[in-house]
Protein backbone atom coordinates (compact mmCIF):
# COMPACT_ATOMS: atom_id res chain seq x y z
CA UNK A 1 0.00 0.00 0.00
CA UNK A 2 0.99 3.34 -0.82
CA UNK A 3 1.08 6.27 1.75
CA UNK A 4 1.36 9.84 0.94
CA UNK A 5 2.40 11.84 4.16
CA UNK A 6 2.67 16.03 4.10
CA UNK A 7 4.15 18.20 6.30
CA UNK A 8 5.26 22.04 6.31
CA UNK A 9 1.10 23.19 6.86
CA UNK A 10 0.84 26.34 9.72
CA UNK A 11 -0.38 29.75 10.75
CA UNK A 12 1.25 32.63 8.68
CA UNK A 13 0.47 36.04 8.20
CA UNK A 14 -0.90 37.58 4.89
CA UNK A 15 2.25 38.00 2.42
CA UNK A 16 4.24 35.50 3.90
CA UNK A 17 5.50 32.04 2.77
CA UNK A 18 4.85 28.34 3.27
CA UNK A 19 6.71 25.29 1.67
CA UNK A 20 4.57 22.01 1.81
CA UNK A 21 6.06 18.95 1.31
CA UNK A 22 4.67 15.29 0.42
CA UNK A 23 6.03 12.22 0.62
CA UNK A 24 4.86 9.10 -0.86
CA UNK A 25 5.88 5.49 0.47
CA UNK A 26 5.46 2.04 0.29
CA UNK A 27 5.90 -0.23 -2.58
CA UNK A 28 6.45 2.54 -6.02
CA UNK A 29 7.75 1.27 -9.33
CA UNK A 30 6.22 4.63 -11.06
CA UNK A 31 4.47 7.70 -10.37
CA UNK A 32 2.69 9.82 -13.48
CA UNK A 33 1.09 12.76 -11.86
CA UNK A 34 1.24 14.08 -8.18
CA UNK A 35 -0.22 17.74 -6.94
CA UNK A 36 -1.74 19.81 -4.48
CA UNK A 37 -5.56 20.10 -3.70
CA UNK A 38 -7.10 21.88 -0.91
CA UNK A 39 -10.69 22.80 0.55
CA UNK A 40 -12.51 24.61 2.89
CA UNK A 41 -15.44 23.82 4.92
CA UNK A 42 -18.81 23.98 2.77
CA UNK A 43 -16.52 24.18 -0.57
CA UNK A 44 -15.85 21.41 -3.23
CA UNK A 45 -12.43 20.52 -3.36
CA UNK A 46 -10.33 22.36 -6.03
CA UNK A 47 -6.79 21.96 -7.64
CA UNK A 48 -4.19 24.21 -6.69
CA UNK A 49 -1.36 22.41 -8.64
CA UNK A 50 -0.12 19.34 -10.85
CA UNK A 51 2.77 18.03 -11.81
CA UNK A 52 3.72 15.25 -14.52
CA UNK A 53 6.83 13.05 -14.37
CA UNK A 54 8.03 14.81 -17.33
CA UNK A 55 7.60 18.40 -15.17
CA UNK A 56 4.20 19.33 -17.29
CA UNK A 57 2.61 22.06 -14.55
CA UNK A 58 -1.20 22.99 -13.78
CA UNK A 59 -1.80 25.30 -11.59
CA UNK A 60 -4.89 27.05 -10.27
CA UNK A 61 -6.03 30.41 -11.85
CA UNK A 62 -6.20 32.25 -8.26
CA UNK A 63 -2.14 30.82 -7.24
CA UNK A 64 -0.66 31.23 -10.43
CA UNK A 65 2.67 33.69 -9.93
CA UNK A 66 2.93 32.70 -6.35
CA UNK A 67 2.95 29.21 -6.26
CA UNK A 68 5.54 26.69 -7.38
CA UNK A 69 5.47 22.99 -7.57
CA UNK A 70 7.87 20.89 -7.90
CA UNK A 71 8.87 17.27 -7.37
CA UNK A 72 11.99 14.68 -6.58
CA UNK A 73 10.80 11.63 -8.76
CA UNK A 74 14.27 9.72 -7.12
CA UNK A 75 12.18 10.38 -3.24
CA UNK A 76 8.66 10.30 -4.86
CA UNK A 77 8.40 13.36 -2.94
CA UNK A 78 6.31 16.53 -4.44
CA UNK A 79 6.69 20.38 -2.73
CA UNK A 80 4.62 23.14 -3.03
CA UNK A 81 6.49 26.68 -2.37
CA UNK A 82 3.51 29.16 -1.35
CA UNK A 83 4.41 33.25 -1.41
CA UNK A 84 2.33 36.04 -0.89
CA UNK A 85 -0.12 34.05 1.19
CA UNK A 86 -3.73 35.82 0.96
CA UNK A 87 -6.50 34.72 4.05
CA UNK A 88 -8.24 33.10 1.06
CA UNK A 89 -5.36 30.58 0.70
CA UNK A 90 -6.51 29.30 3.84
CA UNK A 91 -7.57 25.30 3.44
CA UNK A 92 -6.70 21.96 4.10
CA UNK A 93 -4.03 20.89 1.53
CA UNK A 94 -3.91 17.77 0.52
CA UNK A 95 -1.04 15.42 -1.66
CA UNK A 96 -2.56 13.61 -4.44
CA UNK A 97 -0.42 11.11 -6.31
CA UNK A 98 -2.23 9.32 -9.68
CA UNK A 99 -1.25 6.97 -12.04
CA UNK A 100 0.99 5.08 -9.74
CA UNK A 101 2.09 1.55 -10.59
CA UNK A 102 3.11 -0.64 -7.27
CA UNK A 103 5.05 -2.93 -9.43
CA UNK A 104 6.13 -3.26 -13.11
CA UNK A 105 2.64 -4.83 -15.10
CA UNK A 106 0.01 -3.80 -12.27
CA UNK A 107 -2.33 -1.62 -12.60
CA UNK A 108 -2.39 2.20 -12.44
CA UNK A 109 -4.17 3.89 -8.69
CA UNK A 110 -4.49 6.73 -7.46
CA UNK A 111 -3.85 7.82 -3.50
CA UNK A 112 -4.45 10.85 -1.20
CA UNK A 113 -2.97 11.71 1.95
CA UNK A 114 -4.58 13.09 5.16
CA UNK A 115 -3.91 16.54 4.34
CA UNK A 116 -2.45 19.68 6.08
CA UNK A 117 -3.70 22.96 7.65
CA UNK A 118 -2.28 26.32 6.31
CA UNK A 119 -3.94 29.08 7.79
CA UNK A 120 -3.53 32.55 6.76
CA UNK A 121 -4.07 35.76 8.91
CA UNK A 122 -4.84 39.24 7.80
Known amino acids: QVQLVESGGGLVQAGGSLRLSCIASGTIFSIKDMGWYRQTPGKQREMVAT???????DYADSVKGRFTISRDNAKNTVYLQMRSLKPEDTAVYSC????????????????WGQGTQVIVSP
Open 51 to 57: LTDDNSA
Open 96 to 111: HADGVRERRGYPLRGF
